[in-house]
């Protein structure tokens, strides 16, 4: 075997937590299969190719994670490489670590049509895996960790490649991870390929910094070293922190700001034993500098979302300089290194379970356990891309942290508004979302969400649901998805409804009151993609199939004999119309009826009526779902319908409910004008919630027209709810 690795290396961080003497054959058993698969080949340096699994078996050992998780970084290379099977694998190892190998290795067989295409069909392939497998991306930051190291080989194309997407996606899951040590090399090497000339002035800068700053550090680590020694601490560490190269890169670059500026570029750090031991370090040392308002962050009760906890507070020393402490028990600080793998640390003589693991991860880690959610969802996105792109926005750069008024953290990108908020929560609460209360203010629904907010949602049971400039609000994918999908469907609920009533009308011109449109009679229409009697509806309503030919081919007639009919009809229903006070309506039978449109219920055109026979006002026409009616009797009601072709406006009411503001009637007002209709009467009064009620009667030409302006209506932001009146 060659020596180009020395195994006693790995033995030797193995072995201070491994001491099981199965455990340390299959590791041995592990390297010896990998360093025989890779003889004869060699990395882009030149070096013999089983270096690489070495080295990030060497990184895991460091990071004390258990021997199984071992043996998948020393095969990690052997499918994807070599001509070892995954089944090999199985047969040699068992499935538990033939199935970690699987999820860091590349999908190889398929055929890309570009390269973004088979990065994304990649990383979807790791993070279900990962989402199945916590260790799968612990080996998975570990290859990257050491092929980032030894990029400098490579052909400068690919390093930058290689340096991006180590930012855009693995610097990102250490950070959910807590994996603060691989998280700042990952992104400093990485900023060397993708920025050289900034990463050398910033880390030069730091070299030199010969500026007061570092003097005033250790000056002060001496001046609070002195202040604790009287309270004698049993462990205590008190130490300077540098910022890693990138996090400063990016301040410079997002906040616009120079080097200077950053004044937190240094930080005091004191560990000692006990959370006890960290408030009496706080105390202290507030009784001692001037705190800053509103920078002190209690993370030990209230950790965060990745685990980390520490209690950072700013204060000003004596001479003036502000400068940050964070405070924190060594046990917090092993966490705030290592993430995950410190809290998951392998623990020898306790048996391993799996399931366990991922349940007690996902509790902990709550992004992890929506990773694992959405991966199981059934309707997530069907493009690797758009599938990668959701984990990567909604939850990878999930750094803005709010909370639910239970106290509850609720974890979204930078941007998010109330709607992401409520969606994150429940689909149902987002789609009866009508307004957001945050902090306790009201607040409109595009907020955009600070951390520590805190959030709650008002919402109304009968609100009509998501309108298209939610899509314009929402930030998240997550939600987006959601409000698409529920105005996918709304749109075609409206569309078969639609296409009724406009069948409706032609059966009742042709004298059919009565239709039963059987699975029989629908097979006709089968070249038309028409499997059921709504999507008949809707393909008249988009105008694919005229209603025409659904009766001609019902009453088996030829089309052009039911044109004829047809004509005859509409001349008739015209010559009705001339001589009857024009409602549009016409009755079965009678050529001139006493007709008048109910103004209880204003039905306009479209809408499902019935006649009533009074006894002095002729036939009084009503809408079916009339609250008058249950009053009436049914025997004096009489089957009526609309004409076909009326050229007239109606009245009709409607009743919106809308957060009150200064702009509502003006809005409103020109939402109507804008869908040529006309104003009959506004009123509108305020409830002690904050809410105004505004009664509308409008002049519409039939009822396809008043949705359509509903939907408009919708699009007034302050706008909750909107219902027909008396209805
Ligand atoms: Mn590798």
């Known amino acids: 075997m060659a020596d180009y690795v020395n195994y006693n290396d790995l033995y030797e961080i193995t072995s201070q937590y491994i001491k099981k003497e199965e455990s340390q054959n299959l590791i041995r058993r592990a390297y010896d299969v990998a ?51 995954y ?159 990138y996090s400063i890169y990016k301040k410079m670059v997002t906040q616009n700001k120079s080097f200077e500026d950053i004044y937190d570029v240094l930080a005091i750090r004191v560990i000692v034993d006990s959370i006890a031991d960290c408030y009496q370090v706080l105390g202290i040392i507030h009784a001692n500098y001037t705190p800053i308002p509103k920078r002190f962050k209690d993370y030990i009760a209230v950790p965060k979302p990745n685990m980390y906890q520490s209690l950072h507070t700013t204060v000003i020393s004596n001479d003036g300089f502000t400068f940050e402490v964070q405070i924190r028990t060594f046990e917090m600080d092993k966490v705030a290194e290592y993430g995950v793998a410190a809290h998951w640390a392998y623990k020898e003589n306790v048996e391993y379970s799996k399931e366990k693991e991922q349940f007690e991860i996902a509790s902990k880690l709550k992004w992890y356990g929506e990773l694992i959610k959405f991966s199981e969802e059934e309707e997530k996105p069907t493009e690797s891309k758009d599938f990668v792109d959701t984990i990567k926005e909604d939850i990878l750069q999930a750094n803005v942290y709010v909370y639910t008024p239970t106290g509850e953290v609720i974890d979204l990108p930078k941007g998010a508004t109330p709607l992401d908020f409520a969606y994150k929560i429940h689909t149902n609460l987002g789609n009866k979302t009508v307004g957001a209360i945050v902090n306790n203010h009201i607040v409109p629904l595009d907020y955009e969400l600070k951390t520590g907010d805190i959030i709650s949602i008002k919402t109304n049971k009968n609100s009509f649901g998501p309108s298209e400039n939610w899509l314009n609000i929402a930030k998240t994918s997550h939600a987006r998805h959601k409000i698409k999908s529920f105005l996918n469907k709304q749109n075609r609920d409206i569309l078969i409804e639609e296409g009724k009533k406009n069948l409706d009308i032609e059966f009742k011109n042709n004298k059919i009151s009565n239709y039963d449109l059987t699975d029989e009679f629908l097979e006709k229409f089968q070249k038309n993609n028409i499997n059921s009697i709504d999507d008949l509806y809707l393909e008249i309503a988009k105008g694919n199939l005229s209603s025409k030919t659904v009766v001609s081919k019902y009453q088996g007639e030829d089309i052009r004999v039911v044109d004829e009919a047809i004509s005859k009809q ?75 072709n009326i050229d007239r406006k109606y009245p009709v009411s409607i009743k919106i409910y809308a957060k009150s503001n200064m702009n509502l009637l003006l809005d409103i007002m020109n939402t109507i004008s804008a869908n040529n209709m006309s104003i009959l009467a506004i009123n509108a009064s305020s409830t002690p919630n904050l809410e105004t009620i505004v009664k509308l009667k409008v002049m519409c030409p039939n009822s396809i027209e008043l949705e359509k302006m509903i939907v408009n209506m919708k699009k007034i932001k302050y706008i909750y709810n909107i219902e027909r009146d008396n209805l």
């Open 570 to 644: 509409i001349e008739k229903n015209q010559k009705i119309l001339t001589t009857n006070s024009d409602t549009g309506v016409v009755v079965e039978g009678l050529t001139s009826p006493q007709l008048k449109l109910g103004s209880c219920c204003n039905p306009i055109p479209g809408d499902p009526i019935v006649g009533y026979v009074t006894k002095g006002f002729g036939i009084v026409v009503h809408h079916i779902n009339c609250t008058n009616l249950k009053n009436f009797q049914r025997e004096r009601l009489i089957d009526v319908s609309w004409a076909t």
């Open 87 to 245: 089944e090999d694998v199985v047969r040699d190892f068992g499935k538990d670590i033939a199935d970690m190998v699987d999820g860091v290795t590349k999908v190889g067989q398929l055929k890309f049509s570009s390269l973004e295409q088979k990065q994304a069909e990649n990383h979807q392939h790791m993070l279900l895996a990962m989402g199945k497998d916590i260790r799968v991306i612990i080996v998975k930051l570990a290859d990257r960790l050491h092929n980032i190291r030894t990029l400098g080989a490579l052909p400068h194309e690919k390093q930058e490649r290689i340096a991006r997407e180590t930012l855009e996606i693995y610097a990102p899951l250490a950070h959910k991870l807590g994996m603060f040590r691989i998280k700042a090399e990952l992104e400093d090497t990485s900023l060397k390929y993708v920025d050289n000339a900034m990463y050398n002035k910033i880390s030069n800068q730091i070299k030199n910094d010969s500026s007061v700053r570092i003097q005033n550090v250790d000056h002060t680590i001496d001046e609070i070293k002195k202040l604790l020694e009287p309270y004698n601490f049993e462990n205590i560490q008190i130490k300077g922190r540098i910022k890693n190269i």
């Open 35 to 85: 360093n025989k698969l890779h003889d004869g080949q060699y990395r882009k340096s030149g070096e013999p190719y089983i270096i690489h699994p070495f080295q990030v078996a060497c990184i895991l050992a460091t990071l004390h994670v258990g021997p199984a998780t071992l043996v998948a970084g020393l095969l990690h290379d052997v499918v994807e490489d070599t001509s070892y099977t």
